[in-house]
């Protein structure tokens, strides 16, 4: 079973931010898609390990649990949902294709995760495991910013504004 690059961290993101937006400043953002199809759905992240997998989102990084079966959870931040699938299920989905996790592949993507501070977020998984490749860091973009992986190798950063 192979691991190809993924897509999903890039439409998570956009997926995510999108919510996190309402009214006018979607306008200001230029993500207002009148000519879209239709609108984004939760993102979906293949994982390996389904239990190691949830038991780090919502344990570690203290997600809600919205259902689980065999091969799936759903998780909630907020009302936001991304849902967790088997490679396995993920292979039955997409006949055909080589699926895999990022895990050991080149970065293509990230979720990012508003808080209010970094520092205090930061401090607050490390405690509890989460082990950060990128420290917290003012960026020129006006956001601090901190970085780590989940056990399949997708990447996430938590952030603030600094302005």
Known sequence: MGRPETYVAF???????????????????????SNAIAEFGPPVLFVEDLGRA???????????LGFEDETSVGLLMGEDMFLLVTVGSA??????????????QRSVGLFNIFVENVDEAFEGLKSRGVVFFIEPMDRSWGRRTAHFKDPDGVIWEISQSIE
């Open 11 to 33: 439409v998570a993101l956009l997926w995510i931010h999108k919510q996190s937006l309402r009214g006018d400043e979607l306008d200001q953002w230029g993500l207002m898609m």
């Open 54 to 64: 949830k038991a780090f989102y919502v344990d570690t990084l203290g997600f809600t």
């Open 91 to 104: 292979t039955d989905m997409l006949p055909g294709e080589e699926v895999g996790t990022s895990l050991g």
